[in-house]
């Protein structure tokens, strides 16, 4: 698949569940992104990494932890999350610098029992 | 820190008609401004950006510095249309976005 993929698409965890999600880009990009979709909210940046390293973290609570290996690959490590922590979470892409588009995945709809 | 306001969350319409979906920002600086649409059952994907000055499927959207305004707008709308716009700002350059909260377009036959 081209493009930016995510998965897994839909996940359902308990609060004491640890998982992660998983973000992939083919597009060559060195800037990688994650943000969080909640109703009623505008979409919210959580994460950033440019040429694999963290350049923002928009306060964002530790239970949610990226991990970012190469510049195609983008994690999210999820621990103890709670019941407002579901949502619909996307990974984009982009080159890091300059007003570039950015490509956006799928998405993976997690809820949080 | 800055702000993009869409202040109306549905817009619907019959086809051939106006539209013009509204969005404000609100920054100190010269931000770029970017429109993002979601089709349904497709992925947020890039719309038009100011700094392109292009008109994408007979959008276009014009930046007023002084209203801190990014409206878009098409002289006559399609059934596909129809859709999740958002607008969102990126204040240094550095593909940082804020979005607004969305707005959906819906253009009846």
């Known amino acids: 698949e081209t493009g930016v993929t995510q998965t897994p698409r839909h996940l359902v965890m308990g609060m004491t569940n640890k998982k992660s999600l998983k973000c992939e880009q083919h597009?060559?990009?060195?800037?990688m992104y994650w943000y969080k979709q909640s109703a009623k909210k505008p979409l919210e940046l959580m994460f950033v990494y440019n040429f694999k390293e963290q350049t923002e973290n928009n306060s964002v609570p530790s239970r949610f932890s990226p991990e970012c290996p190469n510049s195609s690959h983008l994690f999210l490590h999820l621990h103890t999350l709670q019941p407002e922590d579901s949502a619909l979470y996307l990974c984009?892409?982009?080159?890091?610098?300059?007003?570039?588009?950015?490509?956006f995945g799928p998405g993976t709809r997690l809820t949080v029992l | 820190a800055q702000r993009v306001t869409q202040p109306e969350k549905l817009l619907s319409v019959f086809k051939g008609a106006p539209v013009e979906l509204k969005c404000n920002y609100s920054?100190?600086?010269?931000?770029?401004l970017f429109w993002y649409v979601q089709y349904s059952r497709q992925r947020l994907q890039l719309l038009l950006r100011h700094i392109s000055r292009e008109s994408i499927k007979g959008f276009t959207a014009d930046l007023n510095k002084g209203e801190t305004s990014f409206h878009l707008k098409k002289p006559f709308a399609q059934e596909e249309d129809s859709a999740m716009y958002y607008c969102?700002?990126?204040?240094?350059?550095?593909?940082?976005?804020?979005f607004g909260k969305g707005i959906t377009l819906s253009v009846r036959p």
């Open positions: 969102a700002l990126d204040a240094l350059a550095n593909s940082k976005l804020t």
């Open positions: 920054y100190s600086g010269s931000p770029e």
């Open positions: 597009l060559g990009h060195n800037a």
């Open positions: 984009a892409s982009s080159q890091p610098r300059g007003y570039n588009e950015q490509f």
